[in-house]
């Protein structure tokens, strides 16, 4: 096993078990962070794949923006930082069925595949076709995202204003 290996493997173990304890711990706001711990794994894997365009925006736009987000928002809605509410529901049961028979097909189409080991060229100029692309043809879907997350930030500001005894 090599170094680049071991690495991944490490980074790769971090984004799983952060990822499975967003959706199992029962504060939002820890839920949040464990998010941020989360998208910071999959940069790394990103920055070991040599990918270090999309490290980076997966730092800036992710974990600097959206998570941040989710964070404030979380803290600005006092009620919601601990959660009373049980932690299975009645379609528990059929939720775990569901991502054992995904895990299982996930399982199989993996240990099917031929992967090859010989690394593909890479165009030295990647990141300027990237960045023609995006800002040619997804200009409009990132535009109605920041008008989206914008709403939501105002949403949780508003609903975590305190209101006069009239109002």
């Known amino acids: 096993m090599t ?11 971090i984004t799983l078990v952060s990822g499975f304890r967003v959706v199992t711990t029962r504060t939002m ?8 711990i989360s998208l910071f794994g999959v940069a790394l894997m990103f920055v070991l ?9 997966q730092l800036i736009v992710y974990i600097g ?3 941040i987000l989710i964070i404030f928002a979380v803290m600005l809605t006092r009620g919601m930082m601990e959660s009373k509410a049980p932690m ?13 028979a995904a895990l299982f097909i996930l399982i199989r189409v993996v240990t099917s595949f031929d992967f090859q080991t010989v690394a593909a060229e890479v165009p030295a100029d990647n990141v ?7 800002v040619g043809q997804f200009v409009l879907p990132f535009e109605v995202t920041s008008v989206l997350l914008l709403a939501a930030l105002i949403g949780a500001i508003y609903i ?7 109002e």
């Open 3 to 13: 170094i680049t290996q071991f690495f991944f493997i490490l980074f790769a173990i």
């Open 29 to 36: 706001f820890h839920a949040a962070l464990y998010l941020v």
């Open 49 to 57: 794949l040599e990918a270090g365009f999309l490290a980076a925006v």
């Open 65 to 67: 923006a959206i998570a």
């Open 88 to 100: 299975l529901n009645s379609q528990s049961g059929l939720a775990a069925v569901v991502s054992a």
């Open 128 to 134: 300027t076709q990237l960045g023609k692309s995006i």
């Open 160 to 166: 975590a204003r305190e209101r006069k005894k009239g």
